[in-house]
């Protein structure tokens, strides 16, 4: 038996948190990080990281996988081959959706949903939950009772059929958030207003997938936001507005910080890498690989969203992995037809090229710190979503996730990438740097040419309270 007091030393790190970036062996017992210092003593393992950065693993707190569909549209990814994905770009925890069918008791959800993860999973991963369906027994008691188990944070949509609430709906969920200490996250786009240009489109013979953006335009996505932000404060209820993608709803959400409210915003790569214009700029059907809601932008528009990463008006940058085949039934094609842009599944993949691109283009590209790269994919989503200091950061008492990066060339290629969608919307994509190694409590799980960690080994995290702002 070996007398070492380490299982394992990470030998002259590099290493980034949210706050500073500096030279340290990082000591590694039961999977936490037990000491960091210059010089520690033996490990079992020791990994020489000298003259590369060390990052906490990623927190991927928004990605779809294994969510049960409307027929034919069924998830390309499940746990095991989502997680494994997730491993290869950095990622250390995932947080995607037990999600509630209208007419279904959320407990039921969240049953099914451990169900489906058991077993699978390769990393960490909490849930948030999908509140489609808040009838009264669900928010006096069902919630509430989640909320206390370790489900704390719910998305409500203001649009889709099957999920949509309405105002009065999303008011009572609020109130619910506020009460028990739990965090909403808000889809912002107007229903009516997407449905009412989808039929002049439709009239218009327009349905090719690049229609998607114009039934989807800014306008759509400002007017819910500032709905989102006055329920909101009429709640008195901070509330997080995932998958910010434009201009304008970038503009009411700095006039609520500027009014002082608690309002968090999460943006993902999709739209600072694509454009509209990969919707197609003629009617092929290729651009439904880069169909999702709300749509890429403009060119300009990404430079706003860049902006709003550095100066710290989103909080959090995920990948909103929503992943589906492109040339399947179950896929982009349903029942194997190309079909109008409506019946196109919403989605596209990205949970393992989601570190990689805002590492190589934001940090390596001079465009954020690399304190600001940690704190926008590991430090915030896990105080966000109750997971700090657990996860998310580089500290003694830590959960030993993290990332050695290989600042290379690296293009991006589907062929290489461990999902099970048959595309990416970066092929070819030039990148400077991509993970060396992933580890998850100690273990490597990705070393740089294969996912090595074992299918099951990914515990199911339950969340604590949100940490972004002080006790209420
Ligand atoms: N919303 C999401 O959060 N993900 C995929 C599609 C959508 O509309
Ligand atoms: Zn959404
Ligand atoms: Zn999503």
Redesign the pocket.
């Known amino acids: 038996m070996s007398n070492a007091t380490f299982d394992l030393v990470i030998r002259q790190a590099r290493a980034a948190t949210a706050s500073d970036v500096f030279e340290t062996d990082i000591g590694i017992r039961g999977g936490r990080i037990v000491q960091l210092g210059q010089g520690l003593a033996q490990g079992q393992a020791e990994i020489d990281a000298r003259g590369r950065t060390v990052t906490p693993g990623g927190v991927d707190a928004?990605c779809?996988l294994d969510q049960p569909m409307e027929a034919p549209a069924r998830m390309a990814d499940d746990f095991r081959t989502g997680t494994r994905s997730a491993a290869a770009g950095g990622t250390t925890t995932v947080i995607p959706?037990a999600a509630q069918a209208k007419g279904e008791s959320l407990r039921a959800a969240v049953v099914d949903y451990h169900a489906r993860s058991e077993g699978r999973a390769v990393i960490d991963y909490a849930f948030h939950l999908i509140v489609s369906d808040p009838t009264p027994e669900v928010l006096a008691t069902e919630l509430p009772a989640l909320i206390g188990e370790g489900y704390t944070s719910f998305?409500v949509?203001m649009?889709?059929d099957d999920l949509k609430l309405d105002d009065g709906q999303i008011l009572d969920v609020l109130d619910v958030a506020r009460t028990h200490g739990a965090l909403a996250m808000l889809?912002a786009?107007n229903a009516d207003c997407i449905e009412w240009l989808t039929r002049r489109l439709e009239a218009a013979g327009r349905t090719a997938p690049r229609f998607h953006a114009h039934a989807r335009p800014m306008l759509v996505e400002r007017e819910a936001t500032h709905r989102a932000i006055a329920l909101s404060q009429l709640v008195d209820v901070p509330i997080l507005i995932?998958?910010v993608s434009g201009k304008e709803a970038v503009e009411q959400i700095r006039w609520a910080r500027a009014h002082g409210l608690p309002v968090f915003a999460e943006t993902c790569p999709q739209y600072l890498f694509l454009t509209a214009e990969d919707l197609g700029i003629d009617d092929s059907y290729h651009g439904a690989k880069c169909i999702?809601?709300?749509p890429p932008r403009g060119k300009e528009n990404q430079q706003v969203i860049w902006d709003g990463l550095a100066d710290g008006l989103f909080t959090v940058f995920s990948s909103?992995h929503?992943p589906f085949k492109f040339d399947a039934p179950e896929g982009k094609k349903p029942g194997g037809a190309e079909v109008p842009f409506r019946h196109i599944?919403?989605?596209?993949p990205g949970l393992e090229t989601r570190l990689p691109l805002l590492y190589s283009e934001g940090v390596l590209g001079g465009r954020i710190t690399l304190q600001k790269f940690v704190e926008l994919t590991a430090t915030n989503p896990a105080k966000a979503y109750g997971l700090h200091p657990r996860k998310g950061t580089i500290a003694i008492g830590s959960d030993a996730d993290l990332v050695i990066w290989d600042e290379h060339e690296h293009v991006v290629r589907n062929a290489a990438l461990h999902h099970a969608v048959d595309y990416t919307p970066y092929e070819g994509m030039v990148l400077q740097a991509w993970p060396a190694l992933t580890l998850s409590r100690g273990e490597v799980v990705w070393d740089g040419r294969q996912v090595v960690g074992r299918e099951g080994r990914g515990r199911f995290l339950p969340c604590g309270q949100p940490t972004l702002l002080p006790k209420r």
């Open positions: 928004h779809h959706f998305k949509y649009t889709y889809h786009e995932v998958h999702c809601s709300p909103d929503a599944p919403n989605g596209i």
